[in-house]
């Protein structure tokens, strides 16, 4: 199983930027057809997909992220990155990031596909 841990969370004002890192350990998982993703979990409400990413570098958005996040890897490094900019307070969250076995899985991202999660990190905009 692919051990996630991400990093790069913390507190902005609305309108700042953030950009979370999230460090694989199986170099071997990149070499499959896979998704990487990236969850947000609000207080009391069940985690959402915010973006994700395929082994062909197809990436997809929620609709409130659109032209405001960007997803990409570096698959030499191993890493998912979510690069959050005009970040508004209803972003406020903890994000995860998440990986699953095949691409199939990021047309419609759901949690109980996503095999393997990182630990969080909290996203915190204020007003």
């Known amino acids: 199983q692919v051990q996630l841990a991400e990093s790069g969370g913390g507190s902005v004002q609305s309108g700042g930027s953030l950009r979370l890192s999230c460090a694989l350990s199986?170099?071997?998982?990149?070499?499959?057809?896979?998704?990487m993703a990236w969850f947000r979990q609000f207080p009391g409400k069940d985690r959402e997909g915010v973006a994700v990413?395929?082994?062909?570098?197809?990436?997809t958005y929620v609709a409130s992220v659109k032209g405001r996040f960007t997803i990409s890897k570096d698959s030499d490094k191993n890493t998912l990155y979510l690069q959050m900019d005009s970040l508004k307070p209803e972003d406020s969250a903890m994000y995860y990031c998440?990986?699953?076995?095949?691409?199939?899985?990021?047309?419609?991202?759901?949690?109980?596909?996503?095999?393997?999660w990182g630990q969080g990190t909290q996203v915190t905009v204020s007003s």
């Open positions: 990413i395929d082994s062909d570098n197809t990436t």
């Open positions: 998440a990986t699953a076995d095949d691409r199939v899985y990021c047309v419609h991202p759901q949690v109980y596909d996503f095999g393997s």
């Open positions: 199986d170099s071997d998982s990149t070499n499959r057809p896979y998704c």
